[in-house]
């Protein structure tokens, strides 16, 4: 199985910026689609952004397009989210999550069940 280990979280203020990056191993990382999904307190986890095995196709959350870019280089088994813009309501735990299904382009990947392996989480805090 793939193991995810996120990182680059922190404290920022509103209108900052944060780079989260997202580290896998595992022999077939590059053919599966990766995602980024975030927890705030008291509330259900959710989808931000998506993109596909091969780096070419992205989908983001309406809270986050715009101001968030997934990018990923599979040459170092890496995946980041670019946050710019930050904003109080991005407070959360950011997880990082590969994709069940391979060779997947990412899209309509939006739900919990649409990935099968998960990293432990960083924090993320936007203050105003």
């Known amino acids: 199985q793939v193991q995810l280990v996120e990182s680059g979280g922190g404290l920022v203020q509103a209108g900052g910026s944060l780079r989260l990056s997202c580290a896998a191993s595992?022999?077939?990382?590059?053919?599966?689609?990766m995602g980024w999904f975030r927890q705030a307190p008291g509330k259900e986890r959710e989808f931000v952004a998506a993109?596909?095995?091969?780096?070419?196709?992205?989908y983001y959350a309406d809270s986050v397009k715009g101001r968030f870019t997934i990018s990923r280089d599979n040459a170092k088994n890496m995946v980041y989210l670019q946050m710019n813009s930050l904003e109080a309501e991005d407070t959360a735990v950011y997880y990082c999550?590969?994709?069940?299904?391979?060779?997947?382009?990412?899209?309509?990947?939006?739900?919990?069940?649409?990935?099968?392996?998960w990293g432990q989480g960083t924090q993320v805090t936007v203050s105003s």
């Open positions: 999550a590969r994709g069940s299904r391979l060779y997947s382009t990412g899209k309509g990947a939006t739900a919990h069940y649409d990935y099968d392996s």
């Open positions: 993109i596909g095995w091969r780096g070419r196709s992205t």
């Open positions: 595992g022999r077939t990382f590059s053919n599966y689609a």
